[in-house]
Nanobody, 122 residues
Framework: QVQLVESGGGSAQAGGSLRLSCAAS????????MGWFRQAPGKEREGVAV????????IYADSVKGRFTISQDNAKRTLYLQMNSLKPEDTATYYC???????????????WGKGTLVTISS
């Protein structure tokens, strides 16, 4: 069955770094756009970064541009999110998601992981 399993979350100080990974299985990875989303307590889930299938176009949320980098290893079926210069407002549960198509809208994602918690202290 389809599985997206996130790892790499945890606690860090403001200004620090974390690297998230998402291991995918159960679907044809190379045919899907892959993205990272996050949800803070009391807030809606929002897109962080996405890599579109085919073109490889990357889109970042304005709030993370210049600080976060999304990448993937198709051979390993793994998606990454390198997070640098972390801020307390980056605190959230981070989710990996996959979609057939070209969208950054969480409502249209086909598959979701269970999430990994990131907590940034000031």
């Amino acid at each position: 069955q389809v599985q997206l399993v996130e790892s790499g979350g945890g606690s860090a100080q403001a200004g620090g770094s974390l690297r998230l990974s998402c291991a995918a299985s159960g679907f044809t990875y190379s045919r899907y756009s892959m993205g990272w989303f996050r949800q803070a307590p009391g807030k809606e889930r929002e897109g962080v970064a996405v890599i579109f299938v085919g073109s490889g176009q990357i889109i970042y949320a304005d709030s993370v541009k210049g600080r976060f980098t999304i990448s993937q290893d198709n051979a390993k079926r793994t998606l990454y999110l390198q997070m640098n210069s972390l801020k307390p407002e980056d605190t959230a549960t981070y989710y990996c998601a996959a979609v057939v198509g070209y969208t950054f809208d969480p409502a249209w994602m086909d598959y979701w992981g269970k999430g990994t918690l990131v907590t940034i202290s000031s």
